[in-house]
C-alpha cells in the first residue's frame, strides 16, 4: 500500500504525538532569548463535544481534577463553530519564573489531551495552544494540530489580521524546539481563540 501511496503522491498522515508539548518549555525560553516573548500563562484545548452523558461527564471531571487548588483556574467556553474550548491560567506565582510556570502549564494540557484520547475522543481534539506576549503587547500562540502532530505560530492583530513577520520569526525560533508545520496552508488562523 505504501508503494501505491509513493506512486500516487500521498502520504501517510502524520500521527499525533502527544508527548511533543512537553517541548514547549524549551522553545520558551528560546522564544525568550530571541524575541522577548514570555509565556502569559495561558493555554487552552480545542475540541467538538460529542453528544452524551459520557462526555459531559469526562469533560466535568478533567475540568474538576484541574481546577484543584495548586492546578491552573479552567474555564470551559464555547466558539462561534461549535468547539469547545478548556482555557486554563497557570497559578500566579509561576513554579519556574525562567519560564513563566508553562512546565505546569504544559502538563495540564497534555493530560487534557490525553484523557479525551484514552477516552476515545481523539478525532473530536481540534489544537491546544499556549499563549506568549513581548513588552509592546504583541500576541503569538503556539499552536498544536493534534491530527497533524505539528506546531505552527498564530500572531493575531485587530481586524481579524495576522502579524505574519512574527509568525515567521517565531518558527525561525523555535524549529530546533518543536515540529513546525511546514504546509503553511494549514496555519490556520484561530481569531478570537479563548486565551489567546
Known sequence: MSFLRALLGRSKPAEPDLDALFGLPSAAITLQATAGLRPTG??????????????????????????TDTGPRVEATADEYGYTWLVMEAPAQPADPS???????????????????????????????????DEADRRVALVYLYKRGTFYPFAPLPGQRRDNALELQVEAAVGDDLVVERDKARWFPVYGAPGL
Do not use: K, M
Open 42 to 67: 495561558t493555554g487552552s484545548v480545542a475540541f467538538r463535544p460529542a453528544e452524551g452523558q459520557a462526555f459531559s461527564e469526562l469533560q466535568q471531571s478533567v475540568t474538576d481534577l484541574l481546577n
Open 99 to 133: 519560564t513563566g510556570g508553562i512546565s505546569g502549564l504544559v502538563t495540564d494540557i497534555h493530560a487534557v489531551n490525553s484523557s479525551l484520547e484514552a477516552h476515545g475522543y481523539g478525532p473530536s481534539l481540534l489544537c491546544s495552544l499556549v499563549a506568549f506576549a
